[in-house]
């Protein structure tokens, strides 16, 4: 059944929040599993509904797959013989399954990726993904739906310039060039951290790659890759979105598990806002000494600048911060839909293109909102926290795809957020 958080506003965030492993690292991971044969196991992975459908893929795919989702750990068992189809049904449910690409290719020969379509926040093509597969010799093409990528006399590695930095794109080289003959040198990279998670795992199933991390990565292929055990990085998203939170109301938070030094971008327009970002012994610590936030701007590009998945949160805080900010949008076209919502709990702002301009309001006004997505989900139960009244955010099922046990995280914290059936009248 539907259900929507709600939020009652007034409290500051006080305490601290776990933050596990990074919902964009663990489904790549559990895509890259496929090009061993035999058990690899991760562990830190988040109990997010994201991995349920991602396990369904692999299992589709011929693999047993555990997952106990309280343990954090995922057992992947990849036979000989796997499948090289991933449906739309999956796709279509989670975006990332496209993550198969590279390591079906590497391994069989060929691969049946469904195109996932547009979705809420733009239309995020699959061009660089093919591009770069076909520089290492695969056939590709699109038929009912489905991108085919077929090398059925195997992979070889070339030099390949990305156009853009594209993190999918960057990963589905990188799990195809592993198997491939001869180096592949890939320029204008993607350098997230989870790129570097990615390169880790790869390099302990027996992957020769160097460069994770820079623009420019060089991987020698070899003949086979062996299963691993590996722990998933830290989630910087998660632990960006309670930085904010903190900022935004008023509070003082330790993110326990938060890794800073993969948040610099963020931390530093923390710091701006007036808030002091301290690290602690086990992540670091969020104290705006109960102070308003200073109105501060904010250009999203990719890693290392400010994270596109963070800007619906520096959106909320700039809407009760002193002042006003520009807020730019570089990655995706789309991705101002918390905007419109956050009008409608008084927000002040005006939409210009890739730019939106935010006049801070001392404080916002309760009402039902609609998350469309994980993060504006987020971000608009966070601005519940700092209107008057109640907020409900109904779509809870898009925050559980990036958040583990978000009610439970705010309660910690001190905050009114419960869970409640979305067919009950707003009150
Ligand atoms: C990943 C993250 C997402 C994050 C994004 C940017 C996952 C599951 N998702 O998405 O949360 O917001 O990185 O940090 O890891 N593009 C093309 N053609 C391509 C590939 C990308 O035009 O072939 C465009 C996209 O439309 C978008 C931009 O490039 O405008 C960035 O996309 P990309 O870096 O590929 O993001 P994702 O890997 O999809």
């Known amino acids: 059944m539907a259900e929507r958080f709600r939020v009652v506003g007034g409290s500051a965030l006080r305490g601290e929040v776990q933050v596990w492993g990074a919902k964009n690292s663990a489904l790549k991971l559990m895509a890259a599993a496929l090009l061993a044969v035999g058990r690899t196991r991760l562990t830190n992975v988040p109990a997010i509904l994201d991995v349920t459908i991602m396990a369904e893929l692999l299992r589709r795919l011929g693999c047993t797959v555990d997952y106990d989702a309280a343990a954090g750990v995922v057992e992947i068992d990849v036979p000989e013989q796997i499948g090289h189809r991933a449906d739309y049904d999956l796709v279509r449910a989670l975006r990332a399954s496209t993550a198969v690409l590279g390591p079906l290719v590497a391994r069989t020969g ?38 085919v990528a077929e090398a059925p006399s195997g992979l070889d590695g070339a030099d390949i310039r990305l156009e853009f930095p594209s993190v999918g794109a960057t990963e589905n080289v990188l799990t195809a060039a592993v198997l491939a003959r001869g180096t592949t040198r890939l320029e204008n990279a993607a350098r997230e951290p989870e790129i570097v998670d990615i390169a880790a795992m790869l390099s302990s199933m027996g992957a020769r790659i160097t460069g994770a991390g820079t623009s420019v990565i060089e991987i020698e292929g070899v003949e086979a890759l062996a299963p691993t055990e590996h722990a998933v990085v830290a989630d910087r998203i998660a632990a960006g979105t309670w930085a904010f939170a903190a900022v935004a109301t008023r509070g003082d938070v330790e993110v326990v598990g938060g890794v800073p030094e993969h948040l610099a971008a963020a931390l530093e327009l923390v710091r701006a806002s007036g808030a002091e970002v301290v690290t602690t012994a086990r992540g670091f610590r969020v104290d705006s000494g109960g102070r308003r936030p200073l109105a501060f701007d904010v250009a999203t590009l990719p890693y290392p600048g400010f994270p596109t998945d963070l800007q619906p949160f520096a959106l909320a805080a700039n809407a009760v911060a002193d002042g006003s900010a520009m807020i730019t949008e570089n990655l995706f076209e789309a991705r101002f839909r918390t905007v419109q919502e956050l009008n409608r709990l008084g927000a002040e702002t005006r939409i210009d293109g890739h730019h939106v301009m935010v006049h801070g309001v001392e404080r916002l006004s309760g009402a039902p909102v609609e998350a469309s997505d994980i ?23 898009h925050i559980d795809r990036g958040y583990a046990g978000f009610a439970e995280a705010m309660q910690g914290l001190g905050a009114d957020v419960t869970r409640e059936p979305d067919d009950v009248p707003f009150v």
């Not at 049946?112 to 733009?122: C, F, K, N, S, T």
């Open 375 to 397: 993060r504006a989900g987020a971000a608009l139960v966070i601005a519940g926290l700092v209107a008057d009244g109640v907020t409900t955010v109904s779509g809870a099922q």
């Open 110 to 147: 060929s691969a049946d990726v469904a195109i996932p379509g547009g979705d809420a926040i733009g239309s995020r093509g699959l061009d660089l993904h093919a591009a770069g597969l076909e520089a290492l010799g695969a056939q590709v093409h699109v038929t009912h739906g489905f991108l």
